[in-house]
């Protein structure tokens, strides 16, 4: 499904290669900039001679291996681009006593590249929480910077629709259990349950897991039940262009809206890090033209 979302969107004649873990690194084209997220999956962390005493490889070959991070890896190995841009979950850095984290950064630096990263809050330009990590690596040392993005202050209400279909608003049955879970934690003094915001408010994050109950985030209705938002207003809510195109269910659009970047704060890293390849010493042609 996400596959026939990107191609509604992206239609340059060439098609999805597919599982990116089955696909050797020889037949991926050159390229100048990787983009990649990865899942934060427990990374095995064993001494480097107990393996050379086992005759096992080490390094990102052993370390990483079983995780989609290792692909990442074995391609940027394979086809030194210039730079690359990486996304995970806030939390990398602390995943397992920091040592996932440790694990990551010493691969990409073995493999030669100057890292930069920083944990960035997308409220700065879409009304939702949403704190992240991004990864910047560059072949050379150039000189780069995070941008400093100037928050734009968008409330939710500049994302919902005017008109939303009725149903978007919560049945009465769903409401109730969603006010007695919330209840029941609240008691044993947890704040688990419904996020409810108005148009006023930031949202919570927007995860995969919408389309179950649309729960995180609630839109309060006067004199009515809560509504979810809809797969459109999930997709300003994350940064995406007016235009685009979901060609698929509601639910298949939660789950890939949850699972995506907001695309509107990538572009302004995007634009730092073409400024930082453009300011380099060497032109990147000269580079690509004489490796």
């Not at 005493?53 to 991070?69: C, K, N, S, V, W």
């Not at 944990?119 to 704190?131: F, T």
Request: a negative charge; proline letters at 5%; glycine letters at 6%.
């Amino acid at each position: 499904f996400a596959q026939l979302t990107y191609e509604a969107n992206h239609r340059d004649n060439r098609p999805i290669a597919g599982d990116i873990t089955k696909i050797d690194a020889d037949e991926i084209p050159e390229h100048d900039v990787l983009v990649a997220g990865f899942p934060c999956q427990p990374f095995s962390i064993a001494g480097v001679s107990k393996k050379n005493a086992l005759g096992r490889a080490h390094g990102f070959l052993d370390e990483t291996q079983g995780t989609l991070f290792f692909d990442v890896a074995r391609i940027i190995s394979r086809h030194r681009p210039a730079a690359f841009l990486l996304e995970n979950v806030k939390n990398l850095k602390s995943h397992d006593g920091g040592r996932t984290w440790g694990v990551i950064q010493k691969t990409l630096e073995e493999l030669g590249y100057h890292i930069h990263n920083k944990v960035i809050d997308a409220k700065l330009v879409v009304p939702q929480h949403r704190e992240r990590v991004f990864i910047v690596g560059f072949r050379e040392d150039v000189k780069f910077e995070f941008p400093e993005i100037e928050p734009r202050n968008l409330k939710l209400k500049h994302i919902l629709d005017e008109d939303v279909p009725e149903k978007y608003t919560l049945s009465d049955h769903l409401w109730n259990y969603l006010q007695e879970y919330k209840e029941k934690h609240r008691k044993r003094g947890n704040g688990f349950g419904y996020g409810l915001v108005t148009p006023e408010d930031t949202t919570r994050t927007l995860s995969a897991r919408y389309h179950k109950d649309g729960s995180e985030i609630l839109i309060s209705q006067p004199n009515m039940n809560p509504r979810r938002l809809t797969p459109r207003e999930c997709s300003r809510l994350m940064g995406f262009p007016s235009d685009f195109v979901i060609p698929v269910s509601d639910t298949q659009a939660y789950r890939q809206f949850g699972n995506a970047v907001v695309a509107s704060l990538v572009d302004c890293l995007a634009e730092s890090i073409v400024g930082a390849m453009k300011n380099r010493k060497e032109p990147l042609e000269a580079i690509v033209a004489e490796e």
